[in-house]
Nanobody, 119 residues
Framework: QVQLVESGGGLVQAGGSLRLSCAAS?????MGWFRQGPGNQREFVAA????????YYADSVKGRFTISRDNAKNTVYLQMNSLKPEDTAVYYC???????????????WGQGTQVTVSS
């Protein structure tokens, strides 16, 4: 059984930075981050392969967000820089043995962490 626990969300001003963490017990799977803003559907943000050698980003965050993982700590990170008010959302960590990306429906999800960017 895979358990995912996110942390690191909070309130930040536009242009600021946050780093999200996802502690993953029982998972060396491809992992990713998704988000769901107010009134919006959940959307893909970033993905990383099981060994961290490959990453993939949504166009809306490319160049501002960086996904990484430390398998020794069973943790995946999302470094978010140059944050914008439209990045405000609940951010979810996800894992799936078959892969990760915008068209994957992950099998495992965390509970989510709120990120609020004020203008």
């Amino acid at each position: 059984q895979v358990q995912l626990v996110e942390s690191g969300g909070g309130l930040v001003q536009a242009g600021g930075s946050l780093r999200l963490s996802c502690a993953a017990s029982g998972s060396s799977y491809p992992m990713g981050w998704f988000r769901q803003g107010p009134g919006n559907q959940r959307e893909f943000v970033a993905a990383i392969s099981w060994n961290g050698s490959n990453t993939y980003y949504a166009d809306s965050v490319k160049g501002r967000f960086t996904i990484s993982r430390d398998n020794a700590k069973n943790t995946v990170y999302l470094q978010m820089n140059s944050l914008k008010p439209e990045d405000t959302a609940v951010y979810y960590c996800a894992a799936d043995p078959s892969g990760m990306g915008p068209f994957i429906k992950p099998r495992y999800w965390g509970q989510g962490t709120q990120v609020t960017v004020s203008s």
